[in-house]
């Protein structure tokens, strides 16, 4: 919450000091009226009911409340603090585990008592999480009050037409952290299109979906719900949860195809040698990439003249989470050449099809090891084919490349928006290759695999219910998660992969 | 099949090996909550042979009706396994009709469905929209369950999809479950001629446990009358408000009696929580005989398993025991603009995790669930009309809120195999799917 204006009885100028804190609160300063926050230490004894209020309790992001407060010791410096979270995801080793949200009291700003021991001050509800904050003034450390102001949630679409294909946005401010309050969904024509997540994004959640069915009126809807929308909202117990419904309106007109499956994915990082290198050293070029692409091994302070080979180490196996054991670790040669006179090197090799993740490479001669760098192996949308075809035509669409953790391994599929299943990497290596029948009136239909999360693992790398038994994360795996973009759990540059397929209209 | 190398002369019986399926359910706790699903194995004694002077054993059998995939065949002899050998079942399904107007009910079968992850559920696809999942736990691998044909005129993809965990998991070709089969079907919808009539698709009766019978577990307790008395309502379940004849005997004579309903209600320190409740319906008096005939008003009350007591005072006399079923109240409008919102009201809806819900499709797409949860078995459902003019289908499924199975289960999805394979049946929860429809209009 950001103060605007704060009517203490005692305006002093603010110090540097102050200054400092609150500019990172973003403060919003009115030129009539200056802030008044500065430390004296005039202040008289502390009475006994201090009471603060809030007018309004409860407004969206930006909106303006007035905290009022009274019985606190006359002439009083206070702070005032606003209840705040940080969030994140705990993945670690690869799988989900849980959202933690710390919670962290943010200095707003500070206020002056006037002689009765009251004072008011105009803030305005900052960006951050939604629902219920608890905003608290203390003095010199010590609690003396708290209030309650409500944060709603506001949603957003854009744009609000276009032709097929036209890429609809989606975003929610103020979502919440508890669990009746931190999963959105979103149905387009009544059809189950994604989830929202705000876990890492202060409360704000993106998300993407594309422009499907004939021209005319289509309706997005936005629910509260751990992996579906409650349509009992009436009768829950929480009744205050909002829904949106939106309008987008298909407009007639050229449809707008998604990119070439090659131009979808994360852009290769280009390789550099390592800083402050002393010895032999390998490094490639790029760093990170596609299965298929030409990477560059280069070394130094190599022998000379030697015949080396660059071993790729990887694992192998069928998917330990779904039928037990352990992938077994494999490596296999991907480039043999010579090191040139002055120790350098310089060849280049095609990438396996392996999975994504990181790869480390181990450049030998013989049997011994002269240095080790690695890869990461990145998604990539390899094809889709047929392009069009009637009613049942088997549309086939592959992928390369696909990551092998918990929260990597699985793409959500949907149909026109329409959740249809979900296809995983780790059995096959990676790759990903689903047959859909093609379905729907003739003409474009998209077909969108988003990130998404398998199932909670515990210990061992295995299912775990422990996970569950809380409950709260019950619904929240097999779905499209929308806002992998900026709030995957585990990997940031996991893509979602957008086609297109043309349903003509003959009988198949 | 055949058996060698075995002791000439030894008789042989030979076994098949299955598994007998069922849900596990926690009434310990004075709730009534799914667990998960339990997959006993077990043999079948397929028959017997003797064995020939060289050794070799030979039977002929018919594949069992049962689950599918590979079963263990087992020749014993002596109360010993002597050799070993396996038969794989293959799963098969078929859909009828394969056309007809929006509304059509579509049968689904599917024969061979598995007990083992991944091989024991699967989800279907119309035109690619998940709409919910089949099982076969306590039907030995046989779904037999009904969808609606939906959508304009023309083809429709009908894609019957094994499931990882009751998510169609489309690349399992890929996976180490690559041998399980998917079926693709066309549906052609042949016109349009407005909504059908509501209907209800009720549980299969020869398959759940008899109404009228004390339930274990559950809250609602009801009483162990004295010898001779006996108190029945017919009918012995119906919905909310619905009307029941209450007949009882070797009462005490021209006594007069209250009559209680019994139910349960949520703690106020714990709205989690449901505690047993009574309430006083009426009172009545007995025949000079001990007999009593009374017509009873079901209240509009949370559904499930009820009981109508008949007591002296404080003192229980007798109970008739009341299945309360879901039933929908309303929809309205009928006719909706697009865009515009409609609503149907359900009552019924029972305090349990096996019966206080429902799983809603449009279309045949999953859009969402709703549980009852203000204490008075109530769901309202608002939704918006899509999917531009004409009829437009909503189905209302039963599901299961939440449970432990080893392998995640469809938890909160439309359960469509319920009518045959639900795991209240054993307690007699007896839940139905309702068909209802609108009328789109732009």
Redesign the interface.
């Known amino acids: 919450m950001r103060p605007t204006q704060a009517l203490g009885a005692t305006r002093k100028a603010i110090s540097s000091l102050a200054l400092i804190g609150l500019l990172g609160l973003s403060l919003v300063m009115s030129a009539a009226a200056p802030l008044s926050v500065a430390r004296d230490d005039q202040q008289g004894a502390t009475p006994s009911r201090s009471a603060v209020t809030l007018s309004p309790a409860r407004g969206p992001i930006g909106s303006i409340t007035t905290l009022r407060g009274n019985g606190f010791a006359a002439n009083a410096s206070l702070d005032v603090l606003w209840q705040d979270w940080d969030g994140s995801w705990d993945a670690s080793g690869g799988g989900f585990k849980a959202r933690v949200y710390k919670e962290r009291m943010t200095p707003l700003t500070q206020v002056r008592a006037d002689a009765s021991g009251a004072f008011e001050a105009r803030v305005e509800v900052p960006q951050g999480f939604g629902f219920e904050h608890q905003i608290v003034v203390a003095q010199g450390g010590e609690r003396r009050a708290t209030s309650a102001f409500f944060v709603e949630m506001q949603a957003r679409m854009t744009p609000q037409n276009g032709p097929p294909g036209t890429l609809i946005t989606m975003e929610l401010k103020g979502v919440g952290v508890q669990p009746r309050e931190r999963d959105w969904v979103v149905l387009y024509d009544n059809q189950f299109a994604g989830w929202m997540s705000a876990v890492t994004t202060n409360g704000t959640a993106t998300g993407v979906i594309t422009a499907t069915g004939g021209p005319g009126r289509h309706i997005l809807e936005v629910f509260q719900g751990p992996y579906f929308p409650d349509l009992n909202a009436a009768h829950s117990p929480d009744p205050a949860r909002p829904t949106w419904t939106f309008e987008f309106t298909v407009t007639d007109g050229q449809a707008i195809l998604p990119p070439p499956p090659e131009q979808q994915g994360p852009k290769p990082i280009a390789g550099a040698p390592p800083k402050d290198a002393k010895g032999p050293v390998v490094w490639l070029d790029p760093a990170s990439g596609y299965v298929g692409m030409d990477v560059t091994v280069r070394g130094s302070g190599l022998p000379a003249n030697a015949d080396v080979r660059l071993d790729w180490q990887t694992n192998f196996g069928p998917d330990p989470v779904v039928a037990g054991g352990i992938r077994a670790h494999a490596s296999f040669p991907v480039v043999t050449g010579k090191t040139a006179a002055d120790g350098t090197l310089r060849a280049t090799f095609k990438v396996p099809e392996d999975v994504g993740r990181v790869h480390p490479v181990v450049l030998m001669a013989g049997e011994q090891s002269l240095a080790t760098g690695e890869f990461k192996v990145r998604p990539k949308a390899n094809f889709i084919t047929p392009a069009s075809g009637p009613v049942g035509t088997d549309i086939t669409i592959n992928l390369k490349g696909v990551d092998d953790t918990d929260t990597g391994k699985i793409f959500i599929i949907t149909y026109d928006n329409a959740w249809t299943g979900y296809a995983c990497s780790v059995t096959s290596q990676g790759d990903i290759t689903i047959h859909i029948p093609a379905s729907g009136k003739p003409g474009w239909h998209f077909i969108n695999l988003y990130p998404g999360m398998y199932e909670p693992v515990g210990g061992q790398g295995m299912f775990s219910y422990e996970v569950y038994d809380n409950m709260e994360e019950f619904y929240i795996f097999r779905v499209p998660q929308l806002t992998y973009l900026a709030d995957h759990p585990n990997e940031k540059d996991i893509p979602a992969f957008r086609f297109a397929f043309f349903v003509t209209g003959e009988t198949k | 099949m055949t058996a060698e190398g075995l002791t000439p002369g030894q008789s042989v019986e030979f076994q098949w090996a299955t598994a007998n399926g069922s849900f596990k359910l926690d009434t310990a706790s004075g709730a009534v909550k799914y667990e998960q699903r339990v997959f006993k194995p077990r043999r079948i004694p397929l028959g017997r042979a003797t064995v020939d002077a060289q050794g070799k054993a030979t039977a002929t059998f018919a594949a069992p009706d049962d689950f599918g995939e590979v079963h263990e065949i087992y020749a014993v002899a002596a109360g010993k396994d002597v050799a070993q050998g396996g038969f794989r079942i293959l799963r098969y399904a078929t859909i009828s009709p394969t056309e007809g107007p929006v509304g059509t009910p579509i049968t689904i079968t599917v024969t061979g469905m598995g007990w083992k992850?991944?091989e024991h559920s699967m989800?279907v696809?119309y035109?690619?929209?998940?709409g919910g999942y089949m099982s076969a736990v306590t039907t030995r691998g046989t779904a037999v369950f009904q969808i609606r044909a939906a959508g304009?005129p023309?083809?429709?993809?009908i894609?019957l999809?094994s499931?990882?965990?009751s998510?169609?998991?489309?690349?399992i070709?890929?996976?180490?479950?690559s041998y399980l089969p998917q079926f693709?079907f066309?549906f052609t919808v042949t016109d349009d001629k407005g909504p059908p009539p509501d209907s209800v698709d009720k549980i299969d009766g020869s398959r759940v446990a008899v109404a009228n019978a004390i339930v274990p577990g559950a809250i609602v307790k009801t009483t162990s009358a004295a010898s001779g008395m006996t108190a029945t309502l017919d009918p012995a379940l119906g919905p909310a408000l619905s009307k029941a004849k209450l007949r009882a005997q070797g009462l005490p004579p021209s006594a007069q009696l209250d009559l209680l309903w019994l139910t349960v209600q949520k703690s106020p320190n714990a709205?989690a929580n449901w505690t047993p409740a009574t309430a006083t319906l009426t009172k009545v008096t007995t025949t000079p005989d001990g007999a009593l005939t009374a017509d009873v008003q079901i209240p509009d009350d949370v559904g499930g398993w009820h009981a109508v007591r008949l007591a002296a005072g404080k003192d229980a006399v007798v109970d008739a025991p009341f299945y309360m079923e879901r039933s929908v109240v309303s929809v309205t409008p009928r006719r909706v603009r697009?865009?515009d919102t409609f609503t149907i009201k359900i009552k019924g809806a029972g305090w349990t995790e096996l019966d206080n819900g429902v799983a809603?499709t449009?279309?045949n797409?999953?859009?969402?669930?709703?549980?009852?949860?203000?204490g008075n078995g109530?769901?309202?459902?608002?939704?918006?009309?899509?999917?531009?003019s004409g009829t437009h289908l909503i189905d209302v499924y039963p599901l299961i809120q939440?449970g432990?199975d080893k392998?995640?289960w469809g938890?909160?999805l439309p359960f469509l195999t319920f009518a045959q394979d639900f795991p209240g049946m054993q307690l007699g929860y007896r839940l139905s799917a309702f068909r209802l429809a609108i009328e789109v209009t732009?």
């Not at chain 2, 070709?173 to 479950?177: D, L, V």
């Not at chain 2, 797409?365 to 203000?374: L, S």
């Not at chain 2, 109530?378 to 531009?388: F, P, S, V």
């Open positions: 992850p991944f989800g696809l035109d690619n929209k998940y304009p023309g083809q429709h993809t894609r999809h499931a990882g965990k998510v169609p998991y489309i690349n070709q890929q996976s180490p479950f693709n066309i709205p697009m865009g809603v449009y279309d797409a999953y859009i969402g669930n709703a549980i009852a949860q203000d109530d769901i309202t459902l608002t939704l918006t009309a899509t999917g531009g939440s432990k392998t995640w938890y909160r732009e």
